[in-house]
């Protein structure tokens, strides 16, 4: 298996743009969560999904934020407008109901946005 | 509201001696613990966890022990190598409560050869 996908790795926009990122899970994981690395808040949790239906987008910090996820090999995180605030990486990560106890997550490699 | 706590952003160790990696939680409810670790570029991969009927789980190198009544983890890593340095987080889960985790900061550790 290839792992959680993510693109694009780096992106470089301008304040005021649209930003969409992309994530396709691990084939058969039925959950998928969207995460933000900063230096100051480390790994927040944005929103997560079930059966790509969103369970929980108590962290999406502001309405500028969306996710969707159409079906369950793919999903998005809109930004829009984008603003220097929202800098930072951003995760994809996936795992599976069967998947044992302790919900181990398998994560993408990430997104590094640079908003100017 | 942090609920996971690492309150050391960065350790350096020299090489052969021991890690230890601290973590601080607040919510009660939490029953389940995972350590991941991060390399530049990339994203986090699982390490070792730890239910909270245990006090102590072990896999090579690396041990995490749990001190429930304090609200405590560690992650030791005996010995350490230079491939061990690394960003390490702590997460947390509760079994009622899905499938989320509760990140910590994390603690960047060198290993210095």
């Given at each position: 298996?290839?792992?959680?996908?993510?693109?694009?790795?780096?992106?470089?926009?301008?304040?005021?743009?649209?930003?969409?990122?992309?994530?396709?899970?691990?084939s058969?994981?039925?959950y998928?969560?969207?995460?933000?690395?900063?230096?100051?808040?480390?790994?927040e949790?944005?929103?997560?999904?079930?059966?790509?239906?969103?369970?929980?987008?108590?962290?999406?910090?502001?309405?500028?934020?969306?996710?969707?996820?159409?079906?369950?090999?793919?999903?998005?995180?809109?930004?829009?407008?984008?603003?220097p605030?929202?800098?930072?990486?951003?995760?994809?990560?996936?795992?599976?109901?069967?998947?044992g106890?302790y919900?181990?997550?398998?994560?993408?490699?990430?997104?590094?946005?640079?908003?100017? | 509201?942090?609920?996971?706590?690492?309150?050391?952003?960065?350790?350096?160790?020299?090489?052969?001696?021991?890690?230890?990696?601290?973590?601080?939680?607040?919510?009660?409810?939490?029953?389940?613990?995972?350590?991941?670790?991060?390399?530049?570029?990339?994203?986090?991969?699982?390490?070792?966890?730890?239910?909270?009927?245990?006090?102590?789980n072990?896999?090579?190198?690396?041990?995490?022990?749990?001190?429930?009544?304090?609200?405590?983890?560690?992650?030791?890593?005996?010995?350490?190598q230079?491939?061990?340095?690394?960003?390490?987080?702590?997460?947390?889960?509760?079994?009622?409560?899905?499938?989320?985790?509760?990140?910590?900061s994390?603690?960047?550790?060198?290993?210095?050869?």
């Amino acid at each position: 298996d290839a792992g959680v996908i993510q693109s694009p790795r780096h992106e470089v926009t301008e304040m005021g743009q649209e930003v969409t990122l992309r994530c396709k899970p691990i084939s058969g994981h039925d959950y998928l969560f969207w995460y933000r690395q900063t230096m100051m808040r480390g790994l927040e949790l944005l929103i997560y999904f079930n059966n790509n239906v969103p369970i929980d987008d108590s962290g999406m910090p502001e309405d500028r934020f969306s996710a969707k996820m159409p079906n369950a090999s793919f999903s998005t995180l809109k930004i829009q407008p984008s603003e220097p605030r929202d800098s930072a990486v951003y995760f994809c990560a996936s795992s599976i109901v069967a998947g044992g106890p302790y919900n181990e997550q398998f994560f993408g490699p990430g997104t590094r946005l640079t908003v100017l | 509201d942090q609920q996971v706590k690492q309150n050391s952003p960065s350790l350096s160790v020299q090489e052969g001696r021991i890690s230890i990696l601290n973590c601080d939680y607040t919510n009660s409810m939490f029953d389940y613990f995972l350590w991941y670790k991060k390399y530049p570029a990339e994203g986090p991969t699982f390490l070792i966890s730890i239910s909270s009927i245990k006090d102590k789980n072990e896999d090579g190198r690396f041990t995490v022990f749990l001190n429930k009544s304090a609200k405590h983890l560690s992650l030791h890593i005996v010995p350490s190598q230079p491939g061990d340095s690394a960003v390490y987080f702590c997460a947390a889960g509760s079994s009622g409560s899905a499938r989320q985790l509760t990140f910590g900061s994390g603690t960047q550790l060198t290993v210095l050869p």
